[in-house]
């Protein structure tokens, strides 16, 4: 029973504080365009897709800040003639926050600044096929860099589902690629 009534009383103070403070935690999904700025000079398309987690909260009307976890596509290039074959995979994963400005535009309307420092990991993959050898290579390149964003988000009523569009500068200076840019679009919702 003492259980019960603690667990009660914690719950009760941080749902006041919820209140009082405007702290509403979230959680949503984004899903995004990115280009990258190879770093050699490198046949694959620069575009990646990419899906996004994230969890966070919004502090009062200007403030925030964003936990995410971010998994992209694989960039593929195939070469086949009659002697050789070669593949090259590029791909990445990144975690890290960001913190958030929120301006408000109208009352369900914001837009939105961001700055934020991520751990950007690349794999890199290449295999080489011929008549008589055939050579794997892989290697990654781990990076922390910082990023910058800015979007718009639109809260729809009853507040507690908002979309958004934000874009994110990344000069991540590793050994594939120097700069990503990332658009993404995705869904909160807010508890």
């Known amino acids: 029973m003492k259980k019960i009534l603690i667990l009660s009383l914690i ?3 941080t749902n ?8 509403k935690p979230y959680i949503g999904i984004n899903a995004g365009l990115n280009l990258s700025d190879y770093a050699m000079k490198i046949n694959l398309d620069e575009t990646y897709y990419s899906a996004n987690i994230n969890a966070g909260a919004r502090i009062g009307n200007n403030f925030g800040f964003e ?24 791909y990445y994963m990144a975690f890290g926050f960001d913190i958030y400005a929120y301006y408000n535009l109208s009352r369900n ?5 961001t700055f934020g420092v991520a751990n950007y990991k690349m794999y890199d993959k290449h295999e080489y ?4 050898t055939e050579t794997n290579t892989k290697s990654s390149d781990n990076n922390i860099s910082t990023r910058i964003g800015i979007g718009v988000m ?3 009523p009853g507040d507690n589902i908002t979309g958004l569009f934000q874009y994110h500068y990344t000069p991540i200076n ?3 690629v120097n700069t990503m840019s990332e658009f993404s679009v995705g869904i909160r919702y807010s508890f």
Not at 16 to 23: C, D, L, V
Not at 109 to 113: G, R, S, Y
Not at 129 to 132: G, K, N, P, S, Y
């Open 11 to 13: 719950l009760s103070t």
């Open 16 to 23: 006041a504080f919820a209140y009082t403070s405007g702290f």
């Open 67 to 90: 936990f995410f976890f971010t998994h992209s596509s694989t960039n593929n290039l195939d070469f086949t003639n009659s002697f050789s074959a070669s593949n090259h995979e590029i």
């Open 109 to 113: 309307a914001d837009f939105f600044t």
């Open 129 to 132: 096929i011929t008549a008589t």
């Open 154 to 156: 639109y809260t729809f």
């Open 174 to 176: 590793n050994e594939l």
